[in-house]
């Protein structure tokens, strides 16, 4: 019976936590979902820790991943007819379960040294913290590892606290939401070690505020913080004008149409912009796989695309498909007046597994069938392109998720970016909004200016301080304007910066001195 009590507060800690990631409930509840299960696995043996912990993970992946299921079971089987949906629905639960050996592995390691810090609450925080960044980490490495569905997501849109991710990153971010649930775990764990009458009076009348007062002090300082950052826009700065085409092609259509019907959307797109635009456009932007074949190569489509460009005076940044011999790429190609479509490409440099590229082909070979339209190559190059004076990286899809790609592209030189996916494959805002989310971040870490540009949507712009400026319409055919400053905002040369991050440090130090002078005493 106790088994079954504390399986049940494992599997609502994991609902608590899934519902506080971008697109579900509210941020509230990440305070408090990750709290159950260290409450839960806090003096469990080695089998129990492991077992609690798959099955947090599992509710918490079923409950995470759940915008993708439409996907897996209507949109791709629908489109390329290589598994039923019960296959897709089977690939779900297959990724889940794969996601979740990371929180029996965090049982596992959490129970070996459960009798070191028994009797130590410090250590306990501490051992909580150190081995979720373990486990997420090595569930970020390989060719199958993946960023997404982390706890920290949940402060996209907390512009305050959002500012912290520029000193202390991700995981850093992550360590303030452990150590917050482990000492809620601490606080269940002395209230259990007394009689439920008094535990039931403790926690709705003396200790009602020990953890909702300090989580209100931080999100008071979230705000606060927030009404500190400048302006979005600096008037004496000059702009690039981009237009972020959001085209909404089906992916079926997109992937069984022939060259004419490609240049023919084409046509019709770039003549609704210029219908549309009073002002001076300096570069057109299209979705991820915009043309699902090399624009380079196909004379016809090249012939199209230059004359365009030509007659307008614009450049054009258009994905597509890259072949260079027997090698396919995802890939963004640049277009100028004076020298049409670049035979030089970005290609996409991590790539997403079994629908892009089959990793450990000796284990995974059955699951061939996955893929999209073919297997691609990565990209070995972080080439970005000059548009006005401001270079410009081009990451590609669920790059968005991945810190190092940004890293790379900083090195060779990137003042912005514009994340071109396709999202045509999902049919709802949760989706929209988990792989969206991710850019918030990516500009607060670069304090760059990021446009994301997709087929379905989200298409908007980000400030270097992760505010979304402008956005368009999600699931609606429409053409974006947007505006870049060519200068680029420096962290270390900006007085707000400090005031921001120091600002909200010294509210969260504050808050956890609070925290542990009444709980860990």
Not at 41 to 52: D, M, N, Q, T, Y
Request: charged share 15%; net charge negative; hydrophobic share 45%.
């Amino acid at each position: 019976m106790q088994f079954l009590k504390k399986a049940l507060i494992v599997i609502l800690g994991a609902f608590l936590s899934s519902m506080a990631l971008p697109g579900y409930f509210s941020s509230i509840t990440v305070w408090f979902g990750f709290g159950l299960f260290l409450f839960c696995i806090r003096r469990e043996k080695i089998g129990k820790a492991v077992l609690f912990g798959f099955i947090y993970g599992i509710t918490y992946f079923l409950f995470g991943f759940g915008w993708i299921v439409s996907a897996f079971v209507r949109e791709i089987p629908n489109v390329f007819e290589t598994m039923p949906p019960a296959v897709g629905f089977l690939i779900y639960i297959l990724l889940c379960l794969f996601e979740s050996l990371f929180f029996a592995l965090y049982g596992l390691i959490f129970s070996v040294f459960r009798k070191k810090i028994a009797e130590s609450n410090f250590l306990f925080v501490i051992l909580s913290v150190i081995t979720l960044l373990s486990t997420e980490l090595l569930r970020a490495f390989g060719p199958m590892g993946f960023t997404g569905v982390r706890f920290s997501d949940t402060f996209y849109n907390h512009q305050g606290l959002l500012q912290l991710n520029s000193l202390i990153g991700p995981y850093g971010m992550l360590s303030i939401i452990v150590i917050v649930n482990s000492l809620f775990a601490i606080y269940l764990d002395k209230l259990s070690q007394k009689n439920i009458n008094s535990s039931i009076k403790n926690v709705f009348c003396k200790n009602f505020m020990i953890f909702f007062l300090p989580i209100m002090i931080i999100y008071l300082s979230d705000s606060i913080t927030a009404s500190f950052l400048p302006p979005v826009y600096n008037e004496e700065t000059d702009n690039v004008n981009i237009v972020a085409v959001q085209s909404m092609t089906p992916a079926k259509k997109k992937h069984y149409s022939s060259e004419e019907e490609f240049i023919d959307d084409f046509i019709i797109t770039t003549e609704s912009i210029y219908d549309h635009s009073e002002s001076e456009i300096d570069l057109i932007v299209f979705p991820e796989a915009y043309f699902m074949y090399d624009v380079y190569s196909y004379g016809k489509t090249n012939e199209k695309i230059s004359e365009f460009s030509e007659k307008h005076g614009v450049n054009l940044a258009v994905p597509s498909l890259a072949v260079i011999e027997d090698d396919y790429y995802n890939a963004v190609r640049f277009v100028t007046p004076h020298e049409g479509v670049s035979e030089n490409f970005y290609g996409k440099m991590k790539l997403n597994p079994f629908t892009e590229f089959l990793p450990f082909e000796e284990i995974f070979g059955f699951l061939s069938f996955l893929r999209f339209a073919r297997f691609l190559e990565n990209g070995e190059e972080a080439l970005i392109f000059n548009q006005s004076g401001l270079n410009i990286a081009f990451p590609i899809c669920f790059e968005a998720f991945y810190p190092e790609v940004f890293e790379k592209f900083n090195n060779s030189g990137a003042d912005t970016y514009i994340v071109v996916t396709n999202d045509g494959y999902f049919d709802n805002y949760t989706a929209l909004i988990q792989h969206f989310s991710q850019l918030n971040f990516r500009a607060v870490e670069n304090r760059s200016w990021i446009l994301h540009v997709s087929n379905n949507g989200i298409t908007s712009l980000i400030d270097p301080y992760g505010r979304v400026v402008k956005s368009i319409r999600p699931f609606t055919q429409q053409n974006g304007f947007f505006s870049i400053p060519v200068q680029k905002q420096e962290f270390t040369d900006t007085y707000s910066d400090y005031r921001t991050v120091f600002l909200i440090s010294l509210c969260i130090i504050i808050v956890f001195f609070y925290v542990f002078l009444l709980v860990i005493k």
